[in-house]
């Protein structure tokens, strides 16, 4: 006589392997991280200076930037080169995430999943680009030419930091913009005939939130 089943075991047993799997693709992808910044940290004053290049860039003879903070000198460079492992890795910690949740998707899902990850990595990194090459340089040069007379710019590096960090998400969120749209049309959330109507509600929109965020007018009054 066969005994009787226990069903809680086998939700049990689910949920904990689940747990276990989560917790090994944490740990790679977390090394994966540590391993890039370690390889990366011999360099970390220079990876800070080519982040700093286009402030550098347009300050006056003479001026530079400053540490306000006793270790600012070593962690702002530190953060700076944890930044850039985790965007190298970035990819494998993505695929890391993608192999957990794939066991439980269907396969339309699947089909989608994966551009989806991959185009959105890309379209960050194309924001990111186009904060550090065309908006920096402008932006930059305003700030420094807007500079009042008896004074010297001089920025903390931990402020250029946040400041630099704070613009690259914003930039990197603004481009991804493309990647939601179609994600919400392909889930049938939105309808392309709908998008079509808030059209210009989103452009007034975008003026508006553009107007708040900005510095002020290049062009002065």
Do not use: C
Request: proline share 7%.
């Amino acid at each position: 006589m066969t005994e009787p089943a226990t069903p809680e075991a086998a939700p049990e047993e689910t949920f904990l392997s689940h747990l276990f799997e989560l917790r090994n693709r944490l740990v790679h992808a977390l090394a994966a991280v540590l391993i890039v910044f370690v390889v990366l940290f011999p360099w970390a004053k220079e990876i800070y200076a080519l982040l700093a290049k286009p402030l550098l860039a347009v300050l006056p003879q003479g001026s530079s930037m400053i540490a306000t903070d006793v270790t600012g000198t070593f962690l702002v460079p530190l953060k700076v080169t944890l930044m850039a492992g985790f965007l190298l890795a970035l990819p494998y910690v993505l695929w890391q995430a993608w192999a957990f949740v794939a066991p439980g998707l269907y396969q339309n899902e699947k089909k989608l999943v994966v551009p989806v990850i991959v185009s959105s990595f890309v379209f960050f990194l194309i924001g990111m680009a186009f904060a550090y090459f065309f908006v920096f340089p402008m932006m930059f040069s305003f700030f420094a030419g807007y500079t009042p007379a008896g004074v010297q710019m001089m920025t903390d590096i931990d402020k250029y930091l946040s400041f630099v960090l704070s613009m690259f998400l914003a930039f990197g969120m603004t481009f991804e913009v493309p990647v939601v749209v179609i994600v919400l049309v392909r889930m049938r959330v939105v309808s392309l005939d709908k998008l079509r109507a808030i059209r210009s509600y989103v452009i007034v929109g975008a003026f508006v939130v553009g107007a708040i965020f900005t510095p002020p007018d290049v062009i002065p009054s």
